[in-house]
């Protein structure tokens, strides 16, 4: 068995990056195109951002489209719940396509089939119609599970925090872009002769051509793996072929993940709220024009150019230092100052006030996302996608459940919601102190000193005596062995049992 392990490593080609045994890349090089690695990360980020902004295109205009279609309050607060709530479901489906198809082709796949809902948004005429074409579209926002399967397939564990960050920090964008570009293109559509109602319609034709080409960039440019597409490794035997029912149960049996799926469903579900509701708040609320409130929403959006990125590179940083706990305390006190900050933008009275309280909450909630999504490699293996699948569709329901509560109808007002929001944010961080890894340790705890808590133990257990036998495990121990940087530097240099010969049995 040994020999057939290793007699295929000579056939592996060389890469632009370093890389580590699983040939994940070690370093993350932000402004190369580098194949596989990089030209991953790329196409990743660029396409998740095409469908943010298709998801998102509606709220700029939507002063214009509520006008033409004659939507109510409830109207609008419906179709803000709807454009959201469609991923719940769609991104745990994405993580477990990601486990068995990879993440190019569930990407990919999932863009072309949402793309016609963005171009049927030009020919609706009703509110049913317009909380349809919301629904269909929102589904696309479960690309970002793929993104992130993909940079964790692509990127090692010291890096893998900031590759996750960007590439998802700088696909949000999407959401404060979408507010600076709608308006625009608009504008000058109708600065070319047409009349308002029907500058609107045009205008989006521009993100729904945008969504299909990212598709089809994904489908031509991708790959799942460094090592190639799933089609092929599984086809030669590289990659064992998992099976739906195993996959799936080890996601969703690991209380870790459902602690993420929790808290991410306040920090990135408030993020989908706020890009909902931001720009007719001070437009509503300032009287302002609909340009001048699109930009200052989209200075909410736009801050994942630096602030989730941050957030990943801070929990690679501390992980460096403190190990798997350091990821875990940033998380919980980044989390809980952005829902401090929310309380207070709800509070405040004045413009300039407001938005400057908002940049500032921006950066803490994104960072958040960023953060959280440092620890999601680490919580299996073997279900990355299914785990990834219910972190992501948590953040989708967090942002249904607070539209549903706080944002429909006219029960609060959009003040009064915002506070009640960041105290939600508070109460759902607190589970964070739950979670706990008996070979790197939790919050308050350190880690287990009985001899089967090794990260060898940990990702092994996954699979049973069968699977062992016929070797399925072994990209489970290299993971094992690549992640042990999660100790910290403390503990960093203990001995460990030497488990690596149990790869060849």
Request: net charge positive.
């Amino acid at each position: 068995m040994s020999m057939e392990i290793s007699e295929p490593e000579p056939q592996h080609p060389k890469f632009a990056l370093p890389v580590d045994s699983e040939h994940k890349a070690t370093e993350f090089r932000l402004f190369s195109v580098a194949a596989p690695h990089m030209r991953a990360f790329h196409l990743s980020w660029i396409s998740f951002f095409a469908c943010f902004v298709s998801s998102f295109a509606a709220p700029p205009l939507i002063p214009v489209i509520r006008d033409n279609l004659n939507l109510t309050a409830t109207d609008i607060g419906n179709a803000g719940i709807a454009s959201v709530s469609g991923a719940v479901f769609a991104r745990i489906a994405m993580g477990s396509a990601c486990d068995l198809f990879g993440p190019r082709l569930a990407s990919a796949s999932l863009i072309l089939l949402t793309a016609p809902a963005v171009y049927f948004t030009s020919y609706i005429s009703s509110p049913i119609s317009f909380l349809l074409v919301r629904f269909f579209t929102g589904f696309s926002l479960a690309t970002f599970v793929s993104t992130q399967f993909w940079m964790s397939s692509m990127f090692s564990a010291p890096v893998v925090g900031a590759a996750n960050g960007f590439a998802g920090g700088w696909g949000n964008l999407g959401g404060g872009a979408t507010q600076l570009i709608m308006p625009l293109v608009f504008s000058l559509i109708r600065d070319m002769g047409a009349v308002k109602f029907t500058a609107w319609r045009i205008a989006f034709f521009i993100p729904a051509l945008f969504q299909t080409l990212s598709a089809f960039a994904v489908l031509l440019f991708g790959q799942d793996t460094p090592d190639g597409n799933f089609k092929r490794l599984n086809k030669s035997g590289d990659r064992p072929k998992d099976k739906f029912s195993q996959v799936f149960y080890h996601g969703v049996t690991n209380y870790r993940a459902w602690i993420l799926a929790l808290t991410y469903g306040y920090c990135f579900g408030v993020e989908l709220t706020v890009d909902n509701i931001i720009a007719e708040y001070f437009y509503d609320r300032f009287n302002l024009k609909l340009h001048t409130a699109g930009i200052i929403a989209a200075s909410f959006g736009l801050a994942n150019l630096i602030s989730r990125p941050a957030g990943g590179f801070i929990s690679d940083a501390m992980a460096k230092r403190f190990g798997m706990r350091g990821r875990l305390w940033t998380l919980w006190v980044v989390q809980t100052l952005g829902g401090v900050l929310c309380i207070i933008l709800g509070r405040v009275g004045s413009l300039n006030a407001s938005i400057i309280v908002m940049i500032v909450f921006s950066l803490f909630v994104q960072a958040a996302c960023g953060l959280t999504f440092g620890v999601v490699p680490f919580i299996s293996r073997r279900s990355l996608g299914v785990v990834s699948g219910m972190t992501g569709g948590g953040g989708n329901v967090g942002a249904v459940l607070t539209q549903l509560i706080f944002f429909k109808g006219s029960r609060y007002s959009k003040e009064t919601g915002i506070t009640l929001m960041g105290i939600m944010m508070l109460c759902c961080t607190l589970p964070i102190c739950l979670i706990y890894f008996p070979q790197w340790g939790g919050m308050f705890c350190g880690p287990s000193s009985k001899e089967n808590a090794t990260e060898e133990d940990y990702y092994s257990s996954e699979w049973n005596s069968k699977e062992k036998e016929k070797g399925f495990h072994h990209g489970s121990l290299k993971f094992a062995d690549n992640s042990r940087g999660e100790r910290g530097r403390r503990v960093g240099s203990a001995a460990t049992p030497d488990r690596t010969s149990s790869m060849h049995v």
